[in-house]
């Protein structure tokens, strides 16, 4: 079956694979149809520095927003036929078949187009995160970075009645994204001084919440600058391997509460995403905006480069097999 890996530094591989042995008790054998790049693929796998001990990754990696079709199960829960989206084993979902037990399986609906229904993946992880802000109703927000993450925590927080949601990104195409998808302002750091328009545009109050989902290592220390006395930082960023630095008397001095919000680190690793699985359903949400790309997997290495360097306004890539 065909699969894909990094093999360098910023270089994928095409190859072909044996199909997933026998199944296990309790697992489940599903076609993955439909893959999406995540941030953390980029700059923590794709993009980064590794010793050269470290390639090639193993087949499929890295990759872990995927979708697909259930074709062999011996887990009565699920079908063959089940659409599902798939937390795959080693983060290697770059291949055409995925063998996964039940607790990373997350049931789909049969209408609507799986290249939508793959965000939820990503989106559910932001959900997560969001958990931690508490009630918005009110309230003044600030998200740091407008990608598909930061995109999410903006419709989650316009949903919950915040009285300001400010989007902060270096993209200008990010910026008019976040303002369509329900934020009150939007800051494009390139060419603006966020603390200065941040400051216009509270009253000189600042924000009760501030979000960090820049995937900077500068992300914290701007959101300890933009966040009022008393006021709480979520932190959802993961960077690369060093040191994060911050005006630590700055924080000490505002007493500010900081929640660091990993969903991969939790007991229950797939519990927000199935939520926003429902929250979809209903049309509360629709993480499906997101994508702004769709691309045929033998394309991986264009789109893996296309997020990197922000290219042809993308946010989200969908790519088929």
């Known amino acids: 079956m065909q699969a894909a890996r ?5 270089k994928i591989e095409l190859l072909d694979v044996p199909e997933p042995g026998p199944l296990d008790e309790n697992e489940v054998r599903v076609k993955l149809e439909v893959l999406s790049i995540c941030g953390s693929d980029i700059y923590l796998e794709y993009d980064a520095e590794l010793p050269e001990e470290d390639y090639p990754f193993v087949p499929g990696a890295p990759m872990h927003e995927c979708a697909g079709v259930v074709v062999e199960s011996r887990d009565a829960d699920y079908a063959e036929g089940q ?34 229904w793959v965000m939820c993946q990503h989106s559910g992880t932001a959900l997560y995160s969001a958990k931690h802000w508490g009630n918005l ?40 994204k976040a303002m369509e998808l329900g934020a009150t302002y939007a800051i494009n750091a390139t060419n603006e001084n966020v603390q200065e328009a941040a400051t216009e545009i509270t009253g000189g109050n600042l924000f009760d919440v501030v979000v960090d989902a820049s995937g900077n290592r500068e992300g914290l220390g701007i959101a300890v600058g933009l966040v009022r006395d008393e006021g709480q930082i979520v932190s959802f960023s993961l960077v690369d391997p060093g040191k994060v630095m911050f005006d ?4 000490m001095g ?29 049309g509360w949400i629709d993480p499906g905006v997101l994508k702004s790309h769709d691309m045929n997997f033998t394309e991986v290495q264009e789109a893996f480069e296309m997020y990197r360097l922000r290219e042809d306004g993308v946010i989200k890539i969908a790519m088929s097999f």
Request: charged share 30%; glycine share 8%; net charge positive.
């Open 248 to 251: 630590h008397r700055a924080w």
């Open 137 to 176: 109703m009110g309230k003044k927000i600030a998200i740091i970075g407008q990608g598909g993450i930061g995109l999410t925590f903006t419709m989650i927080a316009e949903r919950q009645g915040a009285q300001q949601v400010v989007g902060i990104d270096l993209e200008e195409y990010r910026c008019r």
């Open 6 to 10: 990094v093999v360098a530094r910023r």
């Open 254 to 282: 505002k007493n500010i509460q900081i929640n660091a919000t990993v969903i991969a680190a939790t007991d229950e690793p797939v519990k927000e995403i199935r939520e926003i699985v429902a929250l979809k359903e209903r």
């Open 83 to 116: 659409r599902v989206i798939v937390i795959p084993r080693d983060v290697a979902g770059m291949q055409e078949q995925a063998v996964q037990t039940a607790d990373r399986l997350i049931k789909l609906p049969e209408w609507g187009d799986l290249s939508e």
